[in-house]
């Protein structure tokens, strides 16, 4: 089985600059995750989806992230404009609803300089 | 709020010794509980679930309400359990939403 796919692995980006991270979950999963974990922290939930609808997004600093999850399948979180406390690797994750197991991406990490 | 601590940022012991990874939370309800590892150079992955109160390669782990304590506990370490260890717990109002713990290495030496 495919697991959690993200695209790009890396990306340095100077700030104000805009960045997008696309999350491909595992084929049937309808609850979509985007965590952030900066350095030295646990990951924090920025946003959740299922299918195509938003359930929670009260951790995501909707002035400059915004994310969407078209179709009910693929995902992409962007950052316009980023600023260098958005340097950080930016994980998705996957599951069935309410299952209590989260399948995790390998995540994105991003500088901004 | 809720919250996990995990006041331990390394733990080193050698090949043998008992571990102890210590994680305390605080939430009013009755939350549920996860152990999640992540091994050098791989994804995050779900090691137990305290409701499960399964042992997973040779880890435990207990909930204990009254000290809100939920610590993972091997009683011989290997040295392949090197790794970055978080708690996490979810909430009765969002059994997806995973609030985590800001992790523990353990480094097994030989």
């Known amino acids: 089985e495919a697991g959690v796919a993200q695209s790009p692995r890396y990306k340095i980006i100077e700030k104000r600059q805009s960045v997008a991270f696309w999350c491909n979950p595992i084929?049937?999963?309808?609850?979509l995750y985007w965590y952030q974990q900066i350095l030295g922290q646990g990951p924090k939930l920025l946003i959740q989806?299922?299918?195509?609808?938003?359930?929670?997004d009260s951790q995501l600093p909707k002035d400059r992230f915004s994310a969407e999850r078209l179709k009910g399948v693929d995902s992409t979180l962007k950052i316009q404009p980023a600023k260098l406390e958005d340097s950080a690797v930016y994980l998705c994750?996957?599951?069935?609803?309410?299952?209590?197991?989260?399948?995790f991406g390998p995540g994105t990490r991003l500088t901004v300089t | 709020a809720q919250r996990v601590t995990q006041p331990e940022k390394l733990l080193s012991v050698f090949k043998g010794a008992p571990v102890e990874l210590k994680c305390n939370y605080s939430?009013?309800?009755?939350?549920?509980l996860f152990w999640y590892v992540q091994y050098s150079r791989q994804r995050l992955q779900l090691l137990l679930r305290?409701?499960s109160r399964e042992s997973i390669k040779g880890f435990t782990a207990d909930l204990n309400k009254g000290e809100t304590s939920f610590h993972l506990k091997k009683p011989f370490a290997q040295e392949e359990d090197s790794a970055m260890y978080y708690c996490?717990?979810?909430?009765?109002?969002?059994?997806?939403?995973?609030?985590f713990g800001t992790g523990t290495r353990l480094q097994v030496f030989p």
């Open positions: 994750a996957s599951s069935f609803p309410m299952a209590y197991e989260q399948y």
């Open positions: 084929s049937g999963h309808a609850t």
């Open positions: 989806f299922q299918n195509n609808g938003v359930v929670d």
């Open positions: 939430y009013s309800g009755s939350p549920e």
């Open positions: 305290h409701i």
């Open positions: 996490a717990l979810t909430t009765y109002y969002n059994t997806d939403k995973l609030i």
